[in-house]
């Protein structure tokens, strides 16, 4: 039953990217960028929760004693909450500081050029701040329990998936449900005509990257409980986190779910058939056969 | 004393013969960003590319890799604009018709899937060991090293030139005309029957070819190459030249080159004094923050490059 | 009965060396329907677009209810009580006329923005069936409809429209120019941009003829529609035949 592992593999990395490319898809439709420095968050994301569960530990026992069979401590859930704060305001920092001088007026690729420019320091900062050594929230082994059709998954594998779940539900709800979610999606349509319906699109702005920066920072949380935390996590998810959004249509977040789904199952029998070194090839076939296909993505109305 | 003195020299020229390969790679970017307004990602996969056709062609046979086939290095040369050169069309064809950012996210692939390729293609590439025994031009004399680098170095000078000459003569031609008139007035371009997609891709695969050629001319120098020298550092590198050189000529992609790999040469050498050799790799990673805010500085700051010309692309880019 | 909008020499366009508005003053009174008519390239469009903060203004004030709005931004002026209502892309067609009102009656507070909307479907019952719709779905006419509906609904004192008429069936323009009757009998003023000089007339309490970006005639309506010349030269669609318009060059041999 090598088909039903694949199908767990699959769905747990597609959870994974898809809280990234949703955060991507979201940038990408409000702020009219490919932000090539979302990788960055993710990293950022990991790290800063890393550093906070790690102090925690050390200032209240008991705090990495892991809930129910998972390997995840309460620690580790308030340093999560807290590292989405710090991204999110990270994100709006780096808006502040070099986007938002650089105007976005009209798709300017100049300021794509300055995201890759940004990616690039972050990540090298990151790396001199915390070495380019692998870090880990914690060195339990988990035992993979079976869950039928002979699939093997590890408690916190579970709990992962359940969690990236409820971060996309919970955004989707925001943007459909909510006088916040109108004014992104009324900005993503029509910037101009939002300010004349009263909205302040500044606002929107900063809301569109504080949600990013949080969402990619439960990326990196998963990334780094499920393999390592490294310098360079966030930027080798980037491909992947684009190849989504796009499959799924920019714009739409449970297009860019359903893309990474298929990024993730994707990759997941690319390692079973073809081998684990060409895993990252997969999302730029998955890019290519979309742009060949269909531009503007599954749910996508504009390419 | 002369011995210090041809060392001084031999370093010079080893030093000059690197920064005049990024300035061909300039070259090709500036075609492609500088007169265009396209922005690639992936320079590094295209510069691999190049390298490794070259060097597969040009080796002596070898059971590590794809030939060799022992050919001569023009030949090798030739072949690496056109592998380049092919891969950019089929890029340019797919993405130039879709949003700019497209192009960007798909050039961004190619580098990692190229990469991925020279790294686990090990019967095409070598793998994560690459290539060795690339012959180098004027390899006769690799004994006597001031004469053998400084001959390189008048060989990739020669090439810089002629290239650059060729530019011009074309960017002042029929060809770079249109092209001209496409980024000032696409519509009224459109409407005289000239094809902005077209000229775009043209634009793309030339400059694509340039960067392999500079791939290759600078593996035949090193006489090695590996996939590590193919990340993305050395795309954010190129960039890095162009902008501060200031985008839209070649004297500006030129001097870009030489002072950035210069600043690139003198920070490694900085920190290999002053840092004890355990920390000089995480060191190391300061100069990439270098550069990477020197990038973004620039682009806020000096968008026209150093010299502060104008750019020709950026009232292209802003209409867009 | 005083001018709640006071527009006075005001100079704007998007080349500070090229204005399209030279010097162009309007007075519109509490309650009133004005209606701005002119040839094509007249700067009727960018006169009510710098009003409502949309194009930079280079010179001459604003005033609306007394305060200084020039250079307002277009998201503070809707909470001041002056709506717009562009003449294209005037509705989020991605959106459903649902969530175009509950977007715009955002800025009111909590309890009463489901009144408002509530309000609205009384007065444009043809959208009340379809609310859940999404806006790119509609005929023009209902889109223009939901364009009107989405300013209303905060309550403007003031509603500002850029030739609401554009591209409607001869049926549907009468209509929504019997709905803005509505809206000013609502106690709302109305200044509206039109092309269709005779409709637009037969509604409206005063009138505007804009030229080259500075005012050419102004009065009642029922005046300027019996004026010959004006009736000649900008009206019953002789637009055409108007001046060819190049206003920088011509404002400059005017003079003023």
């Not at chain 1, 994301?45 to 790690?54: D, H, I, N, Q, R």
């Not at chain 1, 594998?157 to 909510?178: E, G, K, N, Y």
């Not at chain 1, 079973?272 to 076939?285: D, K, S």
């Not at chain 3, 637009?200 to 529609?225: K, M």
Request: a positive charge; proline letters at 4%.
């Amino acid at each position: 039953m090598m088909t039903a592992q694949v199908l767990a593999d699959g769905v747990l990395d597609g959870a994974m990217i898809g809280l990234g490319a949703a955060g991507v898809t979201l940038t990408y439709s409000i702020l009219r960028f490919s932000n090539f420095a979302h990788g960055e968050m993710l990293t950022a994301g990991a790290y800063a929760a890393l550093t906070v569960s790690g102090a925690l530990g050390s200032l209240l026992a008991g705090s990495a004693e892991p809930i129910g069979d998972t390997s995840i401590g309460w620690g580790l859930i308030a340093a999560t909450c807290l590292a989405m704060g710090f991204t999110a305001l990270l994100a709006i920092v780096l808006d502040w500081l070099v986007f938002a001088r650089l105007g976005r007026k009209a798709t300017s690729i100049t300021v794509v050029m300055a995201s890759f420019g940004a990616s690039m320091a972050l990540r090298a900062l990151v790396e001199f701040a915390f070495t380019s050594s692998p870090a880990y929230f914690n060195r339990d082994m988990q035992i993979a329990v079976p869950i039928g059709l002979g699939m093997r998954v590890t408690p916190d594998q579970v709990a992962l998936t359940v969690f990236s779940l409820f971060l996309i539900i919970l955004t989707h709800l925001v943007l459909t449900r909510t006088q916040v979610g109108r004014s992104m999606r009324a900005v993503s349509e029509n910037p101009a005509l939002a300010r004349l319906a009263g909205v302040d699109v500044a606002k929107v702005v900063r809301i569109t990257w504080a949600l990013g920066g949080a969402l990619a920072t439960g990326a990196g949380v998963m990334l780094g409980l499920l393999v390592q935390i490294r310098p360079g996590m966030g930027f080798d998810l980037l491909l992947p986190m684009f190849a989504a959004a796009i499959v799924g249509g920019i714009g739409s977040v449970p297009g860019a779910f359903c893309g990474a789904m298929i990024v993730g199952l994707g990759e997941a029998l690319t390692v079973a058939i073809v081998g684990p070194e060409w895993r990252a090839a997969l999302a730029f076939c998955a890019l290519i056969a979309v742009l060949l296909i269909k531009p503007s993505g599954l749910f996508g109305a504009r390419a | 004393m002369t011995a210090d003195l041809a060392g001084i020299l031999t370093y010079g020229s080893f030093f000059l013969v690197t920064a005049l390969s990024y300035a061909i790679l300039c070259l090709g970017l500036n075609l492609q960003w500088g007169h265009t307004g396209l922005f690639n990602v992936g320079i590094a996969g295209f510069v691999a590319i190049g390298g490794y056709t070259s060097a597969i062609l040009t080796t002596p046979a070898s059971d590590q890799h794809l030939g060799g086939f022992g050919l001569p290095i023009a030949v090798g040369w030739i072949a690496a604009m056109v592998t380049a050169g092919l891969a950019s069309a089929l890029v340019g064809a797919l993405t130039l018709r879709l949003r700019s950012d497209y192009l960007a996210i798909t050039t961004f692939g190619v580098a990692v899937v190229i990469h991925l390729v020279a790294l686990n293609a090990q019967r095409l590439t070598g793998g994560p060991f690459g290539i060795g025994f690339i012959p180098r031009p004027f390899g006769d004399l690799a004994d006597k090293p001031l004469l053998f680098t400084g001959l390189n170095l008048a060989l990739v000078a020669a090439i810089l030139l002629v290239l650059a000459l060729g530019l011009e003569r074309l960017l002042h031609g029929p060809w770079g005309r249109v092209l001209r008139a496409i980024r000032e007035d696409e519509k009224a371009a459109e409407a005289l029957g000239k094809s902005p997609v077209r000229l775009r891709l043209e634009a793309f695969t030339l400059g694509g070819a340039i960067m392999g050629l500079a791939g290759a001319v600078h593996g035949h120098f090193i006489g090695f190459i590996a996939p590590d020298n193919y990340q993305s550092g050395l795309t954010f590198q190129v960039w890095a030249m162009l902008i501060v050189g200031g985008a839209g000529n070649s004297r500006g992609a030129v001097i870009g080159a030489v002072i950035v790999w210069g600043l690139w040469s003198v920070s490694g050498l900085a920190i290999g004094g002053l840092f004890p050799p355990a920390d000089q790799a995480r060191a190391s990673s300061l100069q990439l923050v270098a550069i990477g805010s020197m990038l973004v500085a620039m682009l806020l700051f000096r968008p026209g490059g150093i010299l502060g010309e104008r750019t020709i692309v950026s009232r292209w880019v802003k209409q867009r | 009965m005083s001018a709640i909008l006071e527009v006075d020499a005001l100079v704007a366009g998007y080349e500070p060396d090229m204005p399209i508005v030279n010097g162009a003053r309007l007075t519109v009174g509490h309650g009133e329907i004005t209606v701005i008519l002119g040839p094509n390239g007249a700067g009727k469009s960018t006169l009510i677009k710098a009003i409502a903060g949309l194009v930079p203004v280079f010179s001459g004030t604003v005033r609306f209810e007394g305060r200084d709005i020039t250079s307002t931004p277009a998201h503070q002026l809707v909470r001041e009580g002056l709506a717009f209502v562009p003449q294209t892309d005037n509705v989020f067609v991605a959106m459903s006329i649902d969530d175009n009102l509950r977007l715009a009656a955002g800025i009111l507070p909590k309890r009463e923005r489901a009144r408002r909307i509530a309000e609205m479907y009384e007065f444009f019952p043809d959208l009340a069936g379809r609310r859940g719709l999404a806006a790119g779905r509609l005929s023009g006419g209902q889109r223009q409809m939901v364009a009107i509906a989405r300013a209303l609904v905060v309550s403007p004192r003031l509603i500002i429209l850029d030739e609401p008429s554009a591209g409607l069936s001869p049926k549907m323009v009468e209509h929504v120019f019997e709905r803005l009757t509505d809206v000013r009998a609502s106690g709302v003023t109305v200044v509206l941009v039109e092309q269709n000089a005779k409709a637009a007339l037969s509604v409206a309490d005063r009138a505007l003829v804009l030229v080259e970006g500075r005012n050419r005639h102004e009065g009642p309506a029922a005046t300027l529609a019996a004026d010959a010349e004006i009736a000649e030269l900008y009206l019953g669609g002789l637009a055409a035949h108007a001046p060819e318009t190049r206003p920088a060059r011509r404002l400059a041999e005017v003079g003023r």
